[in-house]
């Protein structure tokens, strides 16, 4: 017996001292109406009207249940009320801030597909993490290691200025001493400020001889961008950031960067967005392909390859000095002026 709908019968008829006009009342028709109260009645053991050719008076047994039966269908109301306000509650996700507007924009756009509302908070590494522990998102895609990362952005470094080589060696920025003015250096973002690619690349920077000022953790994006645009510095950062900022964009020689991303979420709710929306995710993190289980651990590619695959720089392979794990070795032998022979 469907009770809330018999309940349902039941307080709307009592309320206006008729089946007709309860019926009506309650969108159903008088012959529904009569036959919900006569099961709700066989169930109660007891009748709870007494019928007669114009009215529906209730019985002692009726008035002692109308007030409880009145609270069920009031609760049964309020419980469809909050299952449809969850189903249109945004779903609050934290992504990165460096996500450009345009990839946000066809992200969200790709959820509503799904029916999901999406509501994206741009934040950086850490925030992400507060909104996350703080439960204020309902996930969020983190920072993580390449090798454990659903995600993962090869990075390099970008220039205002297109000439150079093909790969950038940073041991080719040391400062030599004929050289009057001020060193180059390599902006960080705050997505990038995270240990698995702020270590490694502060490790080759004191291997191969460079500044401690040469490597800077700028504030926000836009900072490190202006400073790269009007002068000699790089930028680390993806292929797609560079090609935003009008940048030119180059591999790192000697060591292999990569942002890794994951979904963490509630338990039971991530794999969820993560089979409907991964590849749109992996489009907004401008992500270089998807990883499956069977190929999390496998390393990042970010070497310029050329119709076969193969790399193209004969010198990058000369003079590579770091191994998968990107340690580096000692530098290569320079010029007084500060260039590698």
Do not use: N
């Not at 000699?232 to 935003?244: T, W």
């Amino acid at each position: 017996m469907d009770l809330v709908g018999a309940c349902s019968a039941f307080v709307s008829v009592s309320e206006r001292g008729s089946f007709t006009v309860g019926a009506a009342a309650a969108r159903m028709s008088q012959s529904v109406a009569s036959r919900r109260v006569a099961a709700l009645e066989e169930h109660l053991g007891e009748k709870l009207f007494e019928r007669t050719a114009r009215r529906a008076v209730l019985t002692a047994f009726g008035r002692e249940m109308l007030p409880v039966a009145r609270q069920l269908v009031q609760a049964a109301e309020v419980l469809l009320h909050e299952a449809e306000s969850a189903r249109r509650r945004p779903w609050r996700l934290a992504v990165p801030a460096v996500c450009p507007t345009a990839d946000r924009a066809r992200l969200v756009a790709e959820a509503r597909g799904y029916g999901v509302t999406l509501d994206l908070c741009p934040e950086g590494p850490a925030r992400r993490q507060e909104l996350l522990h703080a439960h204020q998102v309902r996930a969020g895609v983190v920072a993580v290691p390449p090798d454990g990362a659903r995600w993962t952005v090869p990075l390099g470094l970008a220039a205002a200025d297109d000439s150079g080589p093909r790969r950038v060696h940073l041991e080719t920025l040391r400062v030599g001493r004929a050289v009057t003015g001020p060193a180059r250096r390599v902006w960080v973002q705050p997505e990038d400020d995270v240990p698995h690619i702020r270590d490694p690349l502060t490790r080759l920077r004191d291997a191969v001889g460079l500044r401690p000022t040469q490597l800077v953790t700028a504030t926000d994006l836009t900072t490190a961008a202006a400073e790269v645009l009007t002068s000699h510095d790089l930028l680390l950062c993806s292929p797609a950031q560079a090609a935003e900022l009008a940048l030119h964009w180059r591999p790192l020689g000697g060591i292999t960067l990569a942002r890794g991303y994951a979904l963490a979420a509630a338990e039971g709710t991530g794999r969820h967005m993560e089979e409907r929306l991964g590849d749109a995710l992996a489009r907004c993190l401008g992500a270089d392909h998807v990883k499956d289980a069977g190929r999390a651990g496998r390393a990042t590619h970010t070497g310029v390859t050329g119709p076969t695959g193969a790399e193209t720089d004969e010198t990058d392979r000369a003079g590579k000095s770091g191994g998968p794990s990107g340690t580096p070795t000692m530098p290569r032998t320079h010029r007084p002026d500060g260039t590698a022979l």
